[in-house]
């Protein structure tokens, strides 16, 4: 069934006013309905919002195609569904992010707190403009998969669809010439191979926090509390297991890993590291001692 709709222009004013909609019932039937812009304003809103779309179009400030598309991901892709971040990311994921290997390291990097920016244009002249504003052929550089800042460092991440060795001399010499250029704007180049992403996503990631001076927490040196402060045992936050104190990984091994394995996503935890007893709020790893132990 294809649901008609026509202006309709007023002879007082000369110009469209009402629409006309057509719906056909049958070959020889159909339903014609009059309705003035206000009208089809709210026809507009009722329709978006039975489809699903108007949640997405207010949370992400999209178009009707854009949230289809985000909706149809939803809907359709496993991944989606049980994400994470869904309904917090999904505009840059779905509509941004270019390929399956870039939205696997956007999650991966947004999970593990790590702001990035998505498609940014780079010119040769060294200036920059943002996805997505449009690409001037004459002057653009290169567009980065990623790109972030941490300090005096500016850093772009490339996901190469191709291994190292797979490359062609053309891609070869093109990908060493956009990296010298960068390097001699400043900027520091990563790139990563399909493999490397698809099977030591963690390593890239903890690569590209090296890169950022960020030491993760399997490298940190865990400093013993001082004599005033030593305390004989510690408690799980998560299962309440008594273990050695130390405010900085209050969680038992097998806990440890469960939080490890999902981003590091600060969750909400049961019990107080210090005390032992049962929290209901405001203890979390980076923040495991309750009111009354700080």
């Excluded at 250029?181 to 399909?194: A, E, S, W």
């Amino acid at each position: 069934m294809k649901i008609e709709i026509d202006a309709v222009e007023s002879r007082t004013l000369g110009s469209f006013v009402d629409y006309k909609v057509i719906v056909p019932i049958s070959n020889d039937l159909q339903v014609v309905k009059k309705l003035s812009e206000n009208e089809m304003n709210i026809l507009l809103d009722d329709i978006t919002n039975v489809l699903g779309y108007k949640p997405i179009m207010e949370k992400f400030a999209c178009n009707v195609q854009d949230a289809k598309d985000i909706k149809r991901n939803l809907d359709r892709d496993s991944d989606c569904r049980d994400c994470d971040l869904k309904m917090k990311e999904c505009y840059r994921c779905c509509k941004v992010c270019e390929s399956p290997l870039e939205r696997d390291l956007f999650k991966a990097l947004t999970r593990n707190g790590i702001d990035v920016e998505l498609q940014m244009r780079i010119n040769k002249d060294n200036t920059v403009s943002h996805f997505p504003e449009p690409v001037d052929s004459e002057k653009i550089l290169t567009i980065p998969d990623f790109y972030l800042e941490t300090g005096e460092k500016k850093i772009c991440i490339y996901t190469d669809g191709h291994s190292y060795h797979e490359r062609t001399e053309y891609q070869a010499v093109r990908d060493r010439s956009i990296d010298r250029d960068l390097q001699n704007l400043g900027y520091l180049v990563l790139r990563y191979t399909t493999s490397e992403i698809r099977k030591k996503l963690n390593d890239v990631v903890k690569d590209i926090k090296k890169a950022m001076g960020i030491v993760s927490d399997e490298e940190i040196n865990f400093e013993k509390p001082s004599d005033e402060a030593k305390i004989d045992g510690g408690t799980c936050i998560r299962c309440g297991t008594k273990i050695n104190y130390n405010v900085n990984r209050p969680l038992c091994n097998e806990c440890y890993q469960i939080w490890a394995q999902f981003g590091n996503i600060d969750y909400q935890e049961r019990f107080c590291h210090k005390c032992g007893n049962t929290v209901d709020f405001d203890i979390s790893y980076r923040h495991p001692l309750c009111d009354k132990c700080i």
